[in-house]
């Protein structure tokens, strides 16, 4: 055995400063009680030299049914996001104004994830929390403008009464709430701020399709951010801006999503060319989800996770004129060829690079209700959980994945569609979501105090 004195890589351990611990509620700043597309505005506001965990921060709010009291005017809640589903708009924004983070059709994004968590997860913490089903292997999305009446029962979702309400705490997906290390927002200039924009009056709920009294007029209140706040003590807190004001930048690692969108029109079939605009540096993986358009204001179906797939039969991605992968990757929802795996697995790799926990499922092949994707018979009044996804680390420089910042690379997806009778454009135009996996860099410049992300 080598004696101490020689082991020359030995490394003195490195003390970790003492820190203490507070949970901090943040309330909105615009308001106590919002209404459908109203903007809710809460503050980080933390005391100077303090950091934040924000992996371990959360969102609390109360969601009230104002329909007037009837059995058959409840909510149902989205079984896969639960109340999740009145964000549409995730933001975060400096004390300068600087935009941190965007990601629209926030909602749409959930339900991707949540799908991709395994049943038990949602069953028991998901459904605590934010009001998703309880039995995720068949409580059904509602994807038909027709809705379902009273008669067919809440169908495993859970529920708000007319004129009552029910608190959810929400675990936001975001960079900022994603960061490798703590934030140091107690270093900054201003107040930086999260905003939530609300989803419609008509997209954000769903109701029967005969319900006596509109749930329209839904409210959400109570908002409240818990920050888990770390402040240390006197000398590290020093020495740490002296650090920074020394022109030192502090840069935190972080992977985060930004949304783009293209239609598709009414009836389409055959090869579909859709082009995306993005310009992120690193992007680690693309996933594209597609809904109908119409039904994302329509109050008797599930819009944030009624998602379809058009009778595809295979798709690819191209990057300035280069197919990603040299083939494309089939999918085939028949029982007769039936090809899901694909698919799945680079779904299952894309979301890794924000979550290694989502490795999971919470649907299958043969239950009716809970399909990965339906028979082309009933892609246009049925759900689906398929997200059209790609790994792109793999054909990258490295671990950097793949750079779309420089002009002329465009981001294309490639998805040919059967000609199924009941494919789900035929019920109107597609709205095709792409969710751009990517790195970004948070850099905190010591000498003004400014916060920036860069992506």
Known sequence: MTPSVLRYSDQIPQMAPQMDLNYLTMIPSNGATFSPSQNVRIPINIPTDSFVDMKRAYIKFKLTNNATAADNSLILLDPVVGAASIISTFRVVSGTGALLEEIQHYDALCAIMNNHKNADVRQSRSAITMGASQVPMTAESLSVDAGVAAAAGVGGKETIAAAQSKIFYHEPVSAVFNADKLMPFGYTQGTSYIE???????????????????????????????????????EFA??????????????IHSVGFQNSQQNIAENATGQQTITFSTRKRSVKSVMTSLRINGQLSLITCNSSSGF????????????????????????????????????????????????????????DVSTQHRKYMQNVADDND??????????????????????????????VLHLNCGAGAARASTVGALLADLYVVHDVIFTLDGVSGTLSASS
Do not use: C
Not at 238 to 251: C, D, M
Not at 383 to 401: I, M, N, P, R
């Open 196 to 234: 939530l924009t609300l989803n419609s009056a008509t997209g954000g709920v769903t109701q029967y399709s005969n319900a006596t009294n509109a749930a329209t007029a839904w409210t959400a209140s109570e908002w409240e951010l818990y920050l888990p706040v770390l402040r240390p003590g006197a």
């Open 238 to 251: 020093n020495n740490f801006r002296t650090l920074i004001q020394s022109g030192l930048p502090i840069n």
């Open 308 to 363: 379809k797939h058009n009778d595809a039969v295979d798709y690819q991605y191209s990057v300035g004129g280069r197919r990603i992968p040299s083939a494309p990757i089939k999918v085939r929802a028949e029982t007769n060829g039936l090809d899901l795996g694909g698919a799945f697995n680079n779904t299952l790799m894309a979301l890794g690079h924000y979550d290694s926990n989502l490795r999971g499922a919470s649907f």
């Open 382 to 411: 049925r759900s689906s959980s398929v997200a059209f996804s790609l790994d792109l680390e793999q054909y990258g420089e490295g671990l950097s994945g793949m750079n779309l910042a420089g002009q002329g690379l465009p981001l």
